[in-house]
């Protein structure tokens, strides 16, 4: 009688397992980091609304396909990842919005650096906002999150002192809060949805409300569409279709301390995008601040071993 008991997984099967989730989110943090760019040149031509309803409209058509071949699975899991994509859609909906008139409102060189930057405190405001899970926040967080503000404070009062603050600054502040709780909810229901479903509901649900408040508040021109369409391409396949799906299947394969650590780099692949794409640079006192974020970034993240 043969033995039904499966065999421990080899060394380098464990290894690779571990390794496609990394990289999934290191490439979903270059895509983000690059979209920085992209969304200030969609400003140029049409308002946030418009845009975000375009761009993930275009990425829950990028995706249909993708599903029907890849992701089966069963009523009940499709019903419980509809209520999940429904209630992440509006999350979405709110932060990318939010993020998109931040952006868009900061007509300074350097802006897309700066607003990856801003956007990047997501990542202190995600242990912190773990408090209404129950989550305990550890001294080193808090430290962190003095740090954090310290370098936002020399991204965004400049020598004049408070009055300097722009708008656009508190619009980026206020996405990262609503990024960091799409963070928690993310992983509150990683291993539980169908990702590629649950990417699109969520996607679907915020390129209705944004097209809503489009007709709205903003004049739509398929003019205006049509001269920023490379951003939404690169918005709606890249940083839509691809790269919430490898946040998804990352998710999955990596702890959460860890994806925030990756994650973070999308503020440096910013900063370089814009000097690469743009031949725009921040002053040397923001590109300080952003620095200083990182560093508060890290040690957000930083989980001491127990003895």
């Known amino acids: 009688m043969k033995s039904h008991i499966n065999p421990p997984p080899k060394a380098g099967d464990l290894q690779r397992s571990r390794m496609w989730p990394t990289i999934f989110i290191f490439l979903a943090s270059i895509i983000w980091g690059t979209t920085f760019v992209t969304q200030k ?43 999940a994509g429904l209630a992440g859609g509006v999350i979405l909906f709110i932060a ?3 993020q998109q008139f931040g952006i868009i409102l900061n007509k300074e060189p350097g802006s897309a650096s700066e607003a990856g930057f801003i956007t990047g405190l997501y990542l202190v405001f995600t242990p912190i906002l773990g408090l209404t899970l129950g989550r305990k926040v550890r001294p080193l967080t808090w430290a962190a999150c003095v740090i954090a503000f310290g ?33 928690l909810f993310i992983d509150r229901f990683a291993h539980s949805v169908s990702p590629l479903r649950f990417t ?12 809503i408040s489009a007709f709205a508040f903003e004049t739509v021109s398929f003019d205006g569409i049509i001269a920023g369409i490379f951003p ?5 396949i ?3 279709g691809t790269a919430y799906t490898f ?6 394969g990596v702890e959460p301390a860890k994806a925030a650590i990756i994650f973070s780099l999308e503020a440096l692949f910013a900063a370089v995008s814009e000097a690469v794409w743009l031949g725009e640079l921040m002053t040397a006192r923001k590109y300080l601040g952003g620095a200083i974020i990182f560093i508060g970034i890290l040690l957000s993240q930083i989980k001491p071993k127990k003895k």
């Open 41 to 83: 040149l969609a400003g140029y031509h049409m308002g946030s609304f418009t845009y975000n309803g375009v761009r993930f409209a275009l990425g829950v058509l990028s995706l249909i396909p993708v599903i029907l071949i890849f992701e089966k699975s069963t009523p009940e899991k499709r019903r419980h990842t509809l209520k």
């Open 96 to 98: 990318s919005n939010l």
């Open 151 to 183: 370098g936002l404070a020399l991204i965004s009062v400049g020598p004049e002192g408070l009055s300097s603050i722009k708008i656009s600054d508190g619009l980026l502040l206020l996405s990262a809060v609503f990024w960091a709780a799409h963070i």
């Open 200 to 211: 699109a509901v969520q996607f679907t649900v915020s390129s209705i409300l944004s097209m």
């Open 232 to 236: 939404i391409l690169f918005g709606g």
């Open 238 to 240: 890249f940083a839509c």
């Open 247 to 252: 946040q998804i299947l990352g998710q999955r």
